[in-house]
Structures are given as C-alpha cells and as structure tokens.
C-alpha cells in the first residue's frame, strides 16, 4: 500500500500526474471533489465542508467569526480520515504537514519553472501571457497565506517533501513514474495498524474541536484527546455550569464517540 500526499503549483500539469500514479498503484486520488465526498460520508453537511479551500480567511472573517477555524479543523478532520485506510493520493489540503509525522505516508512536491507555467495556463485556458501570470501569482499567494494561517510555515519549504519533480523537464510520464517508483520502494514501509488507528483517533479529535467550537462555549482553553478508540476526554476550565452537561450530549452524538470523559474545572463565578 501506497500514501502519497501530493502538494502542487497551478499550470504544471500535477493533477495529471496524480491521475497517473493513482491509476499504476491502484490507490484513490482524494482531490477536491473526492474530499467533499468523503466529507459528506463522514456526515458532514454542505454548510460544514463549504470553507474546504486552502485560502487564508481575511482579518474581518477571524475577527467576527470562528467559522474560519472550525472549516479548518473540519478539513483537518476529512484528510485525517482519507488517510485513515493507509493507501491512496491526497492532493493538497496540507496533508503534507498533517501526515508528516507518519513514516509510512510519502510528500511529493509537484512544481515548474513560472514560464513554463505561464504557457500551460494559456494553453490550458485560451487567457493571454498577462492574465496566465496573474493566476499564478494570486494561487501561489493564496497557498502562502493558507498555510501561514492554518500551520504557521513555508509551503514551499523544502523539509516538508521526501520529492520535488519539476515535470517540465522530464515530462509527465517520467514525473508520474518516479513517484510511483518510490512509493513501492522497499524503505518505505506500509501504514501499521498502529498507524491507521491513530489516524482515526486524530480524524475524530479535529472533528470534536470543531463542534466545541460551534457550540461557543465560555472556556479558558479546552483540551481533546482521545486516549483510545471510541473514546473522547476533555479537559480544561468552565465558566457555565450548564455547558458542562451539553458537552457530552452533543459531542457524544459524533459518529465513532461511544464515550465522554469530562475532566473540567467550573470557575467559582459559574455558580454565581
């Protein structure tokens, strides 16, 4: 088996080379597409999964929502669960910092030269040279702020990929091959059970951050693990009283949380 995340630059052919080392490893791509799917599996609703983009939130959006923060736990939560089978290419979503502390999972970096770039785009799209470098640069911004926002790094730094492939010199069948290659080298070693576990458990940790986020809880700071499958502990400190009885009932109501443990403090001022 093969986990693959596969982050990419615009107009450099990357979801084709995708299609290709999906289709020879006999894996699934999880695009765009194929993570709302997942997402509406996993019960999500449309409301949930609409902020599914890697574009940073503007300073009005974070100042007067927390919309912006649950999306991300969300997104965080469906990449956890894709990967959860331990197979397949996941494209972008920062998948290669969420599954980088996992050995089995391999980080591609697909990229190109920007005038090579420039002339995909205007091929791809019939626009002019200008409008081409424009798309560029405001895609390449976007994924900068995406990532400073979500996990405060360089998208592009070199530590977070294990291969960069520039298919502008070697072509997308040679791009395609050589990811295929490593991912079936023998160093590579197959997600462990362990592995697969731990990534269901991380999948349903995002996924209750959000909801506690949703619930708008008067809290300093709310801790989620789960310490074993099937079961969520909570801690941190209160200030309602009440909100210490919604907590299970609601986050108890997830698919998968069969138990709640609530190690909470109540402010004294939540029993004035």
């Known amino acids: 088996m093969a ?22 490893l006999d894996v699934e791509i999880y695009d765009d597409v194929r993570l709302k799917e ?10 949930e999964i609409k902020g599914f983009n890697e574009k940073a939130p503007d300073w009005f959006e974070r100042l007067w929502s927390n919309k912006p923060d649950v999306y991300l736990h969300l997104m965080e939560s469906v990449v956890f669960e894709a ?4 197979e397949g290419v996941i494209i972008g979503h920062g998948s290669q910092v969420l599954l980088h502390d996992f050995g089995c999972a391999m980080h591609v970096l697909v990229t190109a030269q920007e005038e090579s770039r420039i002339r ?10 200008e409008a081409a470098q424009r798309q560029i640069h405001k895609s390449d911004s976007q994924k900068k702020g995406f990532f400073q926002y979500a996990f405060h790094k360089d998208w592009n730094d070199p530590a977070l990929y294990d291969l960069c492939v520039n298919p502008d010199k070697i072509g997308l069948e040679r791009a395609a091959q050589f990811i295929h290659d490593m991912a079936r080298s023998p160093e590579l070693k197959a997600c462990s059970i362990y592995a697969r ?3 269901e ?51 108890g109501k997830i698919p998968g949380v069969e138990k709640v443990q609530l190690e909470v403090t109540l402010m004294p001022a939540a029993y004035d």
């Open 120 to 129: 995909n785009l205007m091929h791809q799209m019939g626009i002019s040279r």
């Open 83 to 86: 990967a959860r089978l331990g």
């Open 201 to 251: 458990r991380l999948s349903q940790t995002k996924r209750i951050e959000a909801l506690l986020l949703e619930m708008d809880l008067r809290h300093a700071g709310l801790k989620v693990e789960m310490p074993e499958k099937g079961v969520a502990q909570i801690s941190g400190v209160l200030y309602k009283h009440e909100d210490k009885g919604r907590i299970p009932e609601v986050v």
């Open 38 to 47: 997942e997402a509406r599996r996993m019960g999500l609703h449309a409301e």
């Open 3 to 24: 986990l693959i995340t596969l982050t990419h630059t615009i107009g450099c052919d990357a979801l084709e080379i995708a299609r290709r080392v999906a289709d020879s």
């Open 197 to 199: 576990d731990a990534l």
